[in-house]
């Protein structure tokens, strides 16, 4: 009788660049957070996939939207209609009524409180009855599986779309933190940036993101693991020819250095301000990397090197956060939300 179960418990992870819900433990939604309107009348034409395809090849009667820049939301509208849709991929299909909604929703743990409020407007007029919001970083080591109640120090760096999130946990809350507003759209931008000074080729965002995933590294020297050179066609900045540029993983560390080092400063700055004990406790754990940034070739190798801690790739570092605020929806007294 699903025709009439009017209560539904979700997660989601809303992220910069992919926004992932869980509902009864399972990854049910796994969409670009980009939402497509009609420029008239502002109605929905596409959301997650179908919107990500139209995005950067639209007429003017549409215009594609990604509603979060930098982790929070920077279109309140078109956030809330594109959680609507993703909201409507969980429960389509077998209700004749939309469910009371109980939601666990991730957040930057620099969020301003203005920017907390934008996210539990949005989950309240797409459906939410019950929000909660919980920090990336603390759904990130829950999702890897840290015991964040425990009197022992853990480090998260949580490298997203459009913020890096890094954290010391202990005894279920956050004892040092840092929020950087610079993640993989930082990077995109940067290959953006340097394709155009160095090769004097226009590369869409899109085209960066490709370039980023097949030959992007954070070191030099990859060694055995080194990619093949990745072949990028486009228009030339000056004479509009078409142009094809061979681009090798070495050109593209170097091109994400400035980016990189913020990051690794961020993590020193964390740490200075880390009590001993938990000091200790992390540099005996390792330090963990989640998010899509912990994926670029080397990095966690190159943070090793610098900071003399070891550093270790979550196993599904793109799912972490999501996962942490499913196991936060099913735990919901055990862990410390932000009301």
Same mark, same amino acid.
Request: charged share 25%.
């Given at each position: 009788?699903?025709w009439?179960? +009017? =209560?539904?418990e979700?997660?989601?992870?809303? %992220?910069?660049a992919?926004t992932?819900?869980?509902?009864?433990?399972?990854?049910?939604?796994?969409?670009?957070?980009?939402?497509? +309107?009609?420029r008239?009348?502002?109605?929905?034409? #596409?959301?997650?996939?179908?919107?990500?395809m139209?995005?950067?090849?639209t007429?003017?009667?549409?215009?594609?939207?990604?509603p979060?820049r930098?982790?929070?939301? #920077?279109?309140?509208?078109a956030?809330?209609?594109?959680?609507?849709?993703?909201?409507?991929?969980?429960?389509?299909?077998?209700?004749?009524?939309?469910?009371?909604?109980?939601?666990?929703?991730?957040? *930057?743990?620099?969020?301003?409180?203005? &920017?907390?409020? #934008?996210?539990?407007?949005? #989950?309240?007029?797409?459906?939410?009855r019950?929000?909660?919001l919980?920090? &990336?970083?603390?759904?990130?080591?829950?999702?890897?599986?840290?015991?964040?109640?425990?009197?022992?120090?853990?480090m998260?760096?949580?490298?997203?779309g459009?913020?890096?999130?890094?954290?010391?946990?202990?005894?279920?809350?956050?004892?040092a933190?840092?929020?950087l507003r610079?993640?993989?759209d930082?990077l995109t931008?940067d290959?953006?940036?340097?394709?155009?000074?160095?090769h004097?080729?226009?590369?869409s965002?899109?085209?960066?993101e490709?370039?980023?995933i097949?030959? %992007?590294?954070?070191?030099?020297?990859?060694?055995?693991?080194?990619?093949?050179?990745?072949v990028?066609?486009?228009p030339?900045?000056?004479?509009?020819?078409?142009?094809?540029? *061979?681009?090798? $993983?070495?050109?593209?560390?170097?091109?994400? &250095?400035?980016?990189i080092?913020?990051?690794?400063?961020?993590?020193l700055?964390?740490?200075?301000?880390?009590p001993?004990?938990? $000091?200790?406790?992390?540099?005996? =754990?390792?330090?963990?990397l989640?998010?899509?940034?912990?994926?670029?070739?080397?990095?966690?190798?190159? +943070?090793?090197?610098?900071?003399?801690? &070891?550093?270790?790739?979550?196993?599904d570092?793109?799912?972490?956060?999501?996962?942490g605020? %499913?196991?936060a929806?099913?735990?919901?007294?055990?862990f410390?939300?932000?009301?």
């Open positions: 009788m699903n009439f179960s +009017l =209560n539904k979700i997660a989601m992870d809303l %992220g910069t992919n992932i819900i869980i509902c009864d433990g399972k990854i049910v939604v796994d969409e670009p957070s980009v939402v497509a +309107l009609d008239r009348t502002e109605r929905m034409i #596409a959301v997650g996939d179908k919107a990500k139209m995005y950067e090849k007429n003017p009667e549409i215009r594609t939207i990604r979060l930098d982790g929070v939301i #920077a279109d309140f509208n956030c809330e209609q594109m959680m609507r849709g993703l909201i409507k991929m969980v429960h389509s299909g077998n209700r004749l009524f939309s469910p009371s909604l109980k939601m666990v929703i991730g957040v *930057p743990s620099g969020s301003t409180e203005v &920017e907390l409020r #934008a996210v539990r407007d949005s #989950a309240e007029h797409a459906g939410g019950e929000v909660y919980i920090f &990336e970083p603390m759904a990130a080591a829950i999702g890897i599986g840290l015991d964040v109640l425990a009197p022992e120090g853990n998260i760096v949580d490298i997203g459009g913020s890096t999130e890094i954290a010391v946990i202990s005894l279920g809350g956050i004892v933190d840092k929020s610079i993640a993989g930082e931008a290959i953006q940036e340097y394709m155009s000074r160095q004097n080729v226009k590369v965002e899109r085209m960066a490709r370039i980023k097949h030959v %992007g590294a954070a070191m030099t020297d990859l060694g055995e693991d080194a990619p093949d050179d990745y990028v066609h486009g030339n900045r000056i004479t509009a020819l078409p142009m094809e540029v *061979p681009v090798c $993983y070495q050109e593209i560390a170097h091109c994400l &250095e400035k980016t080092a913020k990051i690794e400063t961020a993590v700055s964390a740490l200075e301000e880390t001993p004990e938990l $000091y200790a406790d992390i540099v005996k =754990n390792g330090i963990w989640t998010g899509g940034g912990a994926l670029l070739r080397g990095l966690a190798k190159r +943070l090793t090197d610098k900071i003399n801690i &070891e550093f270790h790739v979550a196993e570092p793109l799912h972490s956060v999501a996962k605020t %499913g196991v929806l099913k735990n919901i007294n055990n410390a939300f932000l009301m």
